[in-house]
């Protein structure tokens, strides 16, 4: 029976999920256009994702950059917390790409990745759970609140369960710090 009953918690718990996937797609910071496919299933890797969406322009930038091209073209799994522009605006202020050297920016996007493809609420409590990142010795922390909301290192995931062919995608309008 407490099995039974933790089934049926979960299952609602993942209902809740993607009702505020679907609302938080709506967001303004990001205008994810649905395509043919349900749910978010993207049928391009996050590469082509991120390049053809006019919400990663800094980012697409940054990764290209950085050299990380290959990495999130490849077949995965892998999981991308992605700042949008208006994430990188914040973050660079009166400095530009330009200003970083590509390690720097390699260092900094390895640790928006996982190894792994990681959907919400997927291993995630109201506790922090920690996941290591594809920057060495530098974990995330994520969690779900008390409204079902995604957050890493304490920053809301805007728009989460994007799913590109090679994993995972969640929208941030903060570029995370290792």
Known sequence: MKTFLKDIKKRTLI??????????????????????????ILDVDMLTFIQTNENFTSLSAAV??????????????????????????????T??????TPEELHTLLQYHV???????PDALTESNETFNTLLAGKNLQLRIDNNFRLYANNNMV???????????IHVLDRVLSP
């Open 158 to 168: 805007r728009t989460s369960n994007l799913e590109p062919t090679n994993g995972a």
């Open 95 to 100: 400095k530009t790409l330009d200003d970083f």
């Open 15 to 40: 209902s809740l999920i993607m009702m505020l996937a679907v609302v938080s797609a709506c967001d303004p910071t990001f205008e994810y256009e649905p395509g043919p496919l349900p749910n978010g």
């Open 64 to 93: 290209a950059k950085a050299g990380l091209n290959q990495a999130l073209s490849g077949s995965g799994p892998l999981t991308l917390f992605a700042p949008n522009d208006e994430a990188f605006a914040r973050f660079l202020g």
């Open 114 to 120: 996982l190894n792994q493809k990681l959907l919400s």
